[in-house]
C-alpha cells in the first residue's frame, strides 16, 4: 500500500490551532528559495568546468536544504512498514545521483518540495476560511453585573445574563433584544448585504455587527453553542463526508499506484536482461516512471474541489451538510416546493371574514381566535393578530386538542367548536365556496358551518424568477400545499409552476416525493424544515428555508438557507452543477496528463525534472487552482 501524505487535503481543525497564512517568510520556503541559486550554480559549473565533485556538493546541498524533512518522513515510514510516495521521490533522487544525473535528482527533489508546499499552503487557505467564520465574533463582552458593566471573555458568559452592545460593536453571543434597536449587518452569516433592523425581542447573532444603534440582549446560548460555531462546526464536519466520486477515486488510487511502481521495476529489468539494452537507460527511464506514479493531483481532484465550494457556498449563508450533497444536487431533474413561506412570503394575514345565517363576523373571529391562541400553527397566530387588531376578548378554552394536519377542537361554553380544513366538518354549504373566493379554513361545529375566514399570503416577489430560472436548467418544479384548489392554483399560475398539488396532508407530500423519485433521476424539495421534515427526508436533496435559528432545520436538512431568500435556490443548483464540472475536469485532466507520462517515460521522451515540474507539481498547482474558482462563485 502506497501512502502519499502531500496528496491528503487535511480539512480537519482544531478550535485552538493557529493556522499561519504566511506564504513567503516561513523556514520552509527560504529553504526553497536558497535552494534555487544552489541549483542554477550547479548547473553552470557542470556546464563549463570540469570540477565534478564541486558541483556534486551544490546538487547535494539543494537536496538537503529543500528535502530534508520529505527524505526524513520517507524513510521514517519506511520504518512503519508503509511506503509513502516521499519515499519513492527519494529513491528517484538517490537514483538519479547513482547513474551520474545529479543535476536531475536535485531538481527532483526541489520541484516536489515546491509541490509539497503549495499543496500545504492550499489546505492552510482552507482551513483559515472556515476558522475566519468563528472569528468573526468577538472574544469580549460586555456584561451588566449587579448594576455595572464588566468586561468578561464570551466563555464566561452565562445564559439569562444581559450583554450590552453599542453602535459599530460585533455582537459576541447569540440573544435576544431587551432595550433599543439598531440596524445590524448579518451579512458574515448569510451573504445578505442589506441591514436587518433589530427591535425588542428580535434575535441577534453571534458575529454580526451592530450598525448605528444601542441595544442591550438576553444571552440565549453559550459561545460554544452559538449559531456562528455551529455553523462552522458544520462546514468542517462536512468536508469529511465524502461522495461517491471522492470514494471512487480513493480506491482507483489505491490499486494505480501500486500497479505503476510494478510497472517501473518491469521498465527496469525486462529490457536489460531480456534485450540487453543498457541498465543505465532503464533505470532512468523507471525512474521518471516511479515519480510520474504520484497521484496526488488525481487525489485532491475532487476534495479540494468540494471544500472550495462548501466555503464558498457558507460564505453565501448556504449552509451543505457535504460532498455527498453537491453530488446529488447535479442529478436533481424535479424540485418541489412548499407553497407557504418557500413561494409566498410566509406573512400571513385574515383578509375576509365570510359568515352563514345571521351570525356576526366579530362572534366568528372571537371563536376562531379563542381556538388558535392555543396554537403555534402560523395560520392561528394571524387569526389571533386580527382579534387582537379589533380589540375582541378571547373566551375561555376546555378540552382543547389539535388534529394533526386538520386543525383544532375545543369545547368554549360547552359547545364543542372546531376550526381548520372543510374535512372537519361533515357538509360546507355551496355559497360559502363562492362568497369567499376560496377559503384557507373553516369554523364551526361538527354539524354545523358557522363561517369561513380568507387567508392572504402574498407570493414572493422573486418566485416567479427562481422558477424560470430552474426551468431554463430543464428542471421540472412542483408546488406543494395543504391549501384548496382555488388558493394554490392562483399562486401556481402566478409564478407559472409546472405542476400543483393541493389539500396535502404532511404524509401526502412524503408519498409524492417517493412518486417523482421513480420519475426522475433526483428530486429536491424546499419546506420550512419543521412542517415539511418527512417530505425533505424523502428528498434526495432536502433544503431548509430560512434556518437562521433554527436548530432542527440547520441539523436536519442536507442544505440549509441561513437567510429566508428564495433566489439562493438556483444558486445552490448551479453551485452543485459547476462544482460537478470542475471535479470531472481535474479527474480527466489528472488521468490523462499521467497517463501520457507515463507512455513518455517509457519512450524516453521526457526527463526526471519534467516529470515533477509538468507532471506532478504543475499538475497538482492547476487542479489546486481550478478548484478554487469555486469559492468565488455567484
Same mark, same amino acid.
Given at each position: 500500500? =502506497?501512502?502519499?501524505?502531500?496528496?491528503?487535503?487535511?480539512?480537519?481543525?482544531?478550535?485552538?490551532?493557529?493556522?499561519? &497564512?504566511?506564504?513567503?517568510?516561513?523556514?520552509?520556503?527560504?529553504?526553497?528559495?536558497?535552494?534555487?541559486?544552489?541549483?542554477?550554480?550547479?548547473?553552470?559549473?557542470?556546464?563549463?568546468? !570540469?570540477?565534478?565533485?564541486?558541483? !556534486?556538493?551544490?546538487?547535494?546541498?539543494?537536496?538537503?536544504?529543500?528535502?530534508?524533512?520529505?527524505?526524513?518522513?520517507?524513510?521514517?515510514?519506511?520504518?512503519?512498514?508503509?511506503?509513502?510516495? $516521499?519515499?519513492?521521490?527519494?529513491?528517484?533522487?538517490?537514483?538519479?545521483? +547513482?547513474?551520474?544525473?545529479?543535476?536531475?535528482?536535485?531538481? =527532483?527533489?526541489?520541484?516536489?518540495?515546491?509541490?509539497?508546499?503549495?499543496?500545504?499552503?492550499?489546505?492552510?487557505?482552507?482551513?483559515?476560511?472556515?476558522?475566519?467564520?468563528?472569528?468573526?465574533?468577538?472574544?469580549?463582552?460586555?456584561?451588566?453585573?449587579?448594576?455595572?458593566?464588566?468586561?468578561?471573555?464570551?466563555?464566561?458568559?452565562?445564559?439569562?445574563?444581559?450583554?450590552?452592545?453599542?453602535?459599530?460593536?460585533?455582537?459576541?453571543?447569540?440573544?435576544?433584544?431587551?432595550?433599543?434597536?439598531?440596524?445590524?449587518?448579518?451579512?458574515?452569516?448569510? @451573504?445578505?448585504?442589506?441591514?436587518?433592523?433589530?427591535?425588542?425581542?428580535?434575535?441577534?447573532?453571534? @458575529?454580526?455587527?451592530?450598525?448605528?444603534?444601542?441595544?442591550?440582549?438576553?444571552?440565549?446560548?453559550?459561545?460554544?453553542?452559538?449559531?456562528?460555531?455551529?455553523?462552522?462546526?458544520?462546514?468542517?464536519?462536512?468536508?469529511?463526508?465524502?461522495?461517491?466520486?471522492?470514494?471512487?477515486?480513493?480506491?482507483?488510487?489505491?490499486?494505480?499506484?501500486?500497479?505503476?511502481?510494478?510497472?517501473?521495476?518491469?521498465? /527496469?529489468?525486462?529490457?536489460?536482461?531480456?534485450?540487453?539494452?543498457?541498465?543505465?537507460?532503464?533505470?532512468?527511464?523507471?525512474?521518471?516512471?516511479?515519480?510520474?506514479?504520484?497521484?496526488?493531483?488525481?487525489?485532491?481532484?475532487?476534495?479540494?474541489?468540494?471544500?472550495?465550494?462548501?466555503?464558498?457556498?457558507?460564505?453565501?449563508?448556504?449552509?451543505?451538510?457535504?460532498?455527498?450533497?453537491?453530488?446529488?444536487?447535479?442529478?436533481?431533474?424535479?424540485?418541489?416546493?412548499?407553497?407557504?413561506?418557500?413561494?409566498?412570503?410566509?406573512?400571513?394575514?385574515?383578509?375576509?371574514?365570510?359568515?352563514?345565517?345571521?351570525?356576526?363576523?366579530?362572534?366568528?373571529?372571537?371563536? #376562531? /381566535?379563542?381556538?388558535? #391562541?392555543?396554537?403555534?400553527?402560523?395560520? #392561528?397566530? #394571524?387569526?389571533?393578530?386580527?382579534?387582537?387588531?379589533?380589540?375582541?376578548?378571547?373566551?375561555?378554552?376546555?378540552?382543547?386538542?389539535?388534529?394533526? @394536519?386538520?386543525?383544532?377542537?375545543?369545547?368554549?361554553?360547552?359547545?364543542?367548536?372546531?376550526?381548520?380544513?372543510?374535512?372537519?366538518?361533515?357538509?360546507?354549504?355551496?355559497?360559502?365556496?363562492?362568497?369567499?373566493?376560496?377559503?384557507?379554513?373553516?369554523?364551526?361545529?361538527?354539524?354545523?358551518?358557522?363561517?369561513?375566514? +380568507?387567508?392572504?399570503?402574498?407570493?414572493?416577489?422573486?418566485?416567479?424568477?427562481?422558477? /424560470?430560472?430552474?426551468?431554463?436548467?430543464?428542471?421540472?418544479?412542483?408546488?406543494?400545499?395543504?391549501?384548496?384548489?382555488?388558493?394554490?392554483?392562483?399562486?401556481?399560475?402566478?409564478?407559472?409552476?409546472?405542476?400543483?398539488?393541493?389539500?396535502?396532508?404532511?404524509?401526502?407530500?412524503?408519498?409524492?416525493? !417517493?412518486?417523482?423519485?421513480?420519475?426522475?433521476?433526483?428530486?429536491?424539495?424546499?419546506?420550512?424544515?419543521? $412542517?415539511?421534515?418527512? /417530505? &425533505?427526508?424523502?428528498?434526495?436533496?432536502?433544503?431548509?428555508?430560512?434556518?437562521?435559528?433554527?436548530?432542527?432545520?440547520?441539523?436536519?436538512?442536507?442544505?440549509?438557507?441561513?437567510?429566508?431568500?428564495?433566489?439562493?435556490?438556483?444558486?445552490?443548483?448551479?453551485?452543485?452543477?459547476?462544482?460537478?464540472?470542475?471535479?470531472?475536469?481535474?479527474?480527466?485532466?489528472?488521468?490523462?496528463?499521467?497517463?501520457?507520462?507515463?507512455?513518455?517515460?517509457?519512450?524516453?521522451?521526457?526527463?526526471?525534472?519534467?516529470?515533477?515540474?509538468?507532471?506532478?507539481? @504543475?499538475?497538482?498547482?492547476?487542479?489546486?487552482?481550478?478548484?478554487?474558482? &469555486?469559492?468565488?462563485?455567484?
Amino acid at each position: 500500500m =502506497v501512502e502519499c501524505e502531500t496528496c491528503a487535503f487535511d480539512e480537519s481543525l482544531d478550535e485552538d490551532e493557529e493556522i499561519d &497564512l504566511e506564504f513567503w517568510n516561513t523556514s520552509k520556503m527560504k529553504r526553497i528559495l536558497l535552494s534555487i541559486p544552489l541549483l542554477l550554480a550547479g548547473l553552470l559549473f557542470e556546464a563549463f568546468t !570540469q570540477y565534478t565533485l564541486l558541483f !556534486q556538493v551544490f546538487f547535494l546541498s539543494v537536496v538537503i536544504l529543500s528535502g530534508k524533512e520529505l527524505i526524513i518522513n520517507g524513510v521514517g515510514n519506511l520504518f512503519k512498514k508503509k511506503i509513502s510516495i $516521499n519515499f519513492l521521490i527519494t529513491i528517484a533522487a538517490l537514483g538519479a545521483f +547513482l547513474i551520474g544525473h545529479g543535476e536531475e535528482g536535485a531538481a =527532483v527533489i526541489l520541484l516536489f518540495s515546491i509541490a509539497e508546499y503549495l499543496e500545504e499552503y492550499a489546505g492552510r487557505k482552507s482551513k483559515y476560511s472556515i476558522r475566519e467564520l468563528l472569528k468573526t465574533a468577538p472574544s469580549i463582552a460586555s456584561v451588566l453585573r449587579k448594576g455595572k458593566e464588566t468586561r468578561v471573555h464570551v466563555h464566561d458568559v452565562r445564559v439569562g445574563e444581559i450583554v450590552v452592545i453599542r453602535p459599530g460593536e460585533k455582537i459576541p453571543l447569540d440573544g435576544v433584544v431587551i432595550k433599543g434597536e439598531s440596524h445590524v449587518d448579518e451579512s458574515h452569516l448569510t @451573504g445578505e448585504s442589506v441591514p436587518v433592523r433589530k427591535r425588542e425581542n428580535d434575535y441577534v447573532y453571534a @458575529g454580526t455587527i451592530n450598525l448605528d444603534g444601542y441595544f442591550e440582549i438576553r444571552v440565549e446560548k453559550e459561545s460554544k453553542d452559538s449559531l456562528l460555531a455551529r455553523i462552522t462546526k458544520l462546514v468542517e464536519n462536512a468536508q469529511k463526508r465524502k461522495s461517491q466520486t471522492e470514494k471512487f477515486i480513493d480506491k482507483f488510487a489505491h490499486y494505480y499506484t501500486p500497479a505503476v511502481i510494478f510497472l517501473a521495476i518491469l521498465t /527496469a529489468i525486462i529490457p536489460t536482461f531480456i534485450f540487453g539494452e543498457p541498465l543505465e537507460v532503464w533505470i532512468y527511464r523507471a525512474l521518471v516512471l516511479l515519480v510520474v506514479s504520484c497521484p496526488c493531483a488525481l487525489a485532491i481532484s475532487t476534495p479540494v474541489s468540494m471544500v472550495s465550494a462548501i466555503t464558498g457556498a457558507a460564505k453565501n449563508g448556504v449552509l451543505i451538510k457535504g460532498s455527498n450533497v453537491i453530488e446529488r444536487l447535479d442529478k436533481i431533474e424535479a424540485f418541489a416546493l412548499d407553497k407557504t413561506g418557500t413561494l409566498t412570503e410566509g406573512k400571513l394575514e385574515v383578509s375576509k371574514i365570510v359568515t352563514l345565517d345571521e351570525i356576526d363576523a366579530s362572534e366568528v373571529l372571537s371563536i #376562531a /381566535a379563542s381556538l388558535e #391562541a392555543l396554537s403555534e400553527h402560523p395560520i #392561528a397566530r #394571524a387569526i389571533v393578530k386580527k382579534a387582537e387588531l379589533e380589540g375582541i376578548t378571547l373566551k375561555k378554552v376546555d378540552d382543547f386538542r389539535a388534529i394533526a @394536519g386538520s386543525g383544532v377542537v375545543g369545547v368554549i361554553e360547552g359547545i364543542e367548536y372546531r376550526i381548520g380544513r372543510p374535512d372537519l366538518m361533515e357538509s360546507i354549504p355551496e355559497d360559502l365556496y363562492e362568497d369567499s373566493n376560496g377559503f384557507s379554513i373553516v369554523i364551526g361545529t361538527k354539524d354545523r358551518v358557522l363561517g369561513a375566514i +380568507l387567508i392572504r399570503d402574498k407570493t414572493r416577489e422573486d418566485a416567479a424568477h427562481v422558477i /424560470a430560472s430552474l426551468r431554463e436548467m430543464g428542471i421540472k418544479t412542483i408546488m406543494l400545499t395543504g391549501d384548496n384548489k382555488q388558493v394554490a392554483e392562483k399562486v401556481g399560475e402566478a409564478i407559472e409552476i409546472d405542476e400543483i398539488y393541493y389539500e396535502l396532508f404532511p404524509e401526502d407530500k412524503s408519498k409524492i416525493i !417517493q412518486e417523482l423519485k421513480q420519475k426522475y433521476r433526483g428530486v429536491a424539495m424546499a419546506g420550512d424544515g419543521i $412542517n415539511d421534515a418527512v /417530505a &425533505l427526508a424523502e428528498a434526495d436533496v432536502g433544503i431548509a428555508m430560512g434556518a437562521m435559528g433554527s436548530d432542527v432545520a440547520i441539523e436536519t436538512a442536507d442544505v440549509s438557507l441561513l437567510h429566508d431568500d428564495l433566489s439562493k435556490i438556483p444558486y445552490l443548483v448551479k453551485l452543485g452543477n459547476k462544482t460537478m464540472d470542475v471535479v470531472k475536469t481535474n479527474i480527466s485532466a489528472s488521468i490523462l496528463i499521467k497517463g501520457s507520462f507515463a507512455v513518455l517515460a517509457i519512450g524516453g521522451w521526457i526527463t526526471l525534472w519534467m516529470a515533477v515540474a509538468i507532471g506532478d507539481m @504543475g499538475l497538482s498547482l492547476a487542479v489546486i487552482l481550478n478548484a478554487l474558482r &469555486l469559492s468565488g462563485f455567484k
